[in-house]
């Protein structure tokens, strides 16, 4: 029976940028089980009203949101190295979901809690203001052709949104493999005034971001990753920095 999930609309009927493309995704059997078995257990329903997060997890820790997890990974491997932390993954593919959700029972971690929606609408129902710790946006859709720029998921008004939901000191780490798209992420984040950039332009992969084994043959074939950290600003000293 098929996880009774809806994998790539957006309920609400808005027509702001998703945090995802419309594809099909194939599901293998073993995925379907962990769906069926495991969402209970390490899931969140989406809800229009603000996440008791201290509930959802059953402590209080710093919460770092990571949009759009893929098949988990890297998700897993920063959750396991980082045992005091909530890591709350937002994704809406079922494939993705199961994924994560077999490494969360085979590596009996217990800070991860998973949403399958849309995040930009967790984001904005969800999450209260000054609530997250840090951001995840690892090698977001990089749409490349010129025309359809304009749905890259780093755009003002989405960091806008986001920054609103960071506490002052808190971190937001985007990476691509895609030059043209890091460009545009460093003038978008280093436009918001909210935002100060910790390294000169584009910071080293640090050590909590594993090398996933696509991004190491990328890199074998000269194949660039750029990574950006930026942190949130307190209010009273908010500077934009290039």
């Known amino acids: 029976m098929p996880a009774p999930i809806v994998t790539a609309s957006s309920p609400s009927g808005s027509d702001h940028i998703r945090s995802f493309v419309h594809r099909r995704a194939h599901i293998t059997p073993s995925q379907q089980a962990a769906l069926e078995r495991l969402l209970p257990l390490w899931s969140v329903a989406y809800q229009n009203t603000p996440l008791d997060l ?39 593919f079922n494939a993705g979901v199961g994924a994560l959700l077999k490494r969360i029972d ?31 946006i690892y090698f977001p859709d990089p749409w490349p052709k010129a025309r359809h720029h304009k749905r890259r998921l780093i755009q003002p008004a989405f960091i806008a949104s986001l920054v609103s939901r960071m506490a002052p000191g808190a971190y937001i ?4 493999d895609w030059e043209h798209y890091a460009q545009q992420m460093l003038e978008v984040l280093s436009a918001q005034p909210l935002l100060r950039n910790t390294c000169d332009r584009y910071a080293p992969r640090p050590d909590y971001r594993p090398l996933t084994k696509f991004e190491g043959r990328g890199l074998r ?22």
Do not use: K, Y
Not at 106 to 135: F, K, W, Y
């Open 106 to 136: 085979t590596c009996g971690l217990t800070n991860i809690r998973i949403v399958q929606h849309d995040a930009v609408e967790v984001l904005r129902d969800m999450l209260t203001p000054g609530s997250l710790a840090g951001v995840h």
């Open 221 to 242: 074939l000269g194949h660039g990753v750029w990574d950006l950290i930026f942190e949130r600003n307190a209010d009273t000293d908010a500077a934009p920095t290039a």
């Open 173 to 176: 780490h985007c990476a691509t």
């Open 54 to 92: 201290v509930a959802a997890f059953g402590r209080s820790a710093p919460v770092i949101l990571e949009i759009g997890f893929g098949m988990g990974e890297t998700t897993q491997q920063i959750a396991q190295a980082r045992p005091e932390d909530n890591f709350l993954g937002v994704e809406v």
